[in-house]
């Protein structure tokens, strides 16, 4: 095998790594529409990961992956399929370990969002530290529950809390 062709192998598409997301869903049947705000949040967050993530399964090599994000009986469901759709595996995850860090993401978005209309910028600017200190709580409580099972940069942690917090949203 050519070099360059081996690269390939090992990358996918020319330039794309195999150890990512390729494609990104929240399971219709655990979420309802949301507000604008949320609406936005969920198109932002899957826009993001598509762009750039970085999703490894130890020991496998079956990547790009595709994930339908769910609520599977009160658990988080990760299920993850090849990009053609292929399954590979489903993870759940209690989603105890994250009541108590959605509960206050919950009160300091909705905190966030009013501010953004009536607030002065240092006020926002406080609100939104706190948020972003919360998330980044949140991702890295993701990064060790996934542990073993699926790996995960921060950023991609992250923006994948974004849609695990779009789940709580449900109609």
């Not at 390939?8 to 794309?16: V, W």
């Not at 595709?66 to 599977?72: K, M, P, Q, R, T």
Request: aromatic share 6%; proline share 5%; with cysteine.
């Amino acid at each position: 095998m050519k070099a360059e062709a081996k690269q390939e192998a090992q990358e996918g598409a020319p330039g794309r790594p195999r150890n990512r997301l390729a494609a990104v869903r929240l399971d219709e049947a655990s979420i309802g529409r949301g507000n604008p705000d949320q609406e936005h949040e969920r198109a932002i967050a899957i826009y993001d990961i598509l762009e750039e993530n970085v999703f490894i399964i130890p020991e496998r090599d079956a990547g790009p992956y595709g994930l339908v994000l769910g609520l599977v009986e009160n658990k988080l469901s990760f299920a993850i399929s090849t990009e053609a759709g292929e399954p590979v595996m489903t993870h759940l995850l209690s989603l105890t370990p994250f009541r108590r860090v959605i509960r206050d993401y919950e009160m300091i978005c909705e905190s966030y969002y009013s501010a953004i209309r009536t607030a002065s910028p240092t006020q926002i600017e406080a609100i939104d530290m706190g948020r972003r200190g919360l998330h980044n709580e949140a991702s890295e409580l993701l990064r060790q529950r996934l542990e073993g099972k699926v790996d995960l940069d921060h950023d991609t942690a992250r923006r994948l809390f974004t849609l695990i917090f779009a789940l709580h949203w449900k109609g």
